[in-house]
């Protein structure tokens, strides 16, 4: 979860093979501060989900699925800024040497 512009307010971490909507319940229940509206890719296009947002009075910015019989309407304009999202995982993907402890110790080997 990440705030508008895009700085990491709550991290879940979850198996790799997880559907994004597991993860829901855990981070609508971190931040300190409810948010107004929760910008998020198909994988949270969830009637359950769309329920809930709507009983805490936060905005549903997710567009719907494909194969959706029913069309979603979004504020596509406010979509628009999930790219910050994004980005702030591609930074996390950039700092995997933290997140997977590499040794850099000249002269040091693992496997020694």
């Known amino acids: ?3 508008a512009r895009g700085r990491p307010l709550a991290i879940h971490l979850t198996v790799g093979e997880a559907t994004d909507c597991k993860a829901y319940d855990a981070l609508i229940a971190l931040p300190e501060q409810a948010p107004k509206a929760l910008l998020a890719d198909r994988g949270y296009n ?6 809930d947002l709507a009983e805490r009075n936060i905005q549903a910015v997710i ?3 494909s194969n959706r019989r029913t069309t979603i309407e979004y504020n596509q304009t406010l979509y628009k800024q999930r790219n910050r ?3 702030m995982f591609g930074r996390f993907k950039d700092w995997r040497l933290v997140a ?8 040091f080997d693992v496997w020694d």
């Open 1 to 3: 979860m990440a705030n």
């Open 63 to 65: 567009p719907g699925q």
């Open 85 to 87: 999202i994004e980005i």
């Open 46 to 51: 969830a009637d359950a989900i769309r329920t």
């Open 100 to 107: 997977t402890r590499y040794c850099l110790v000249p002269g």
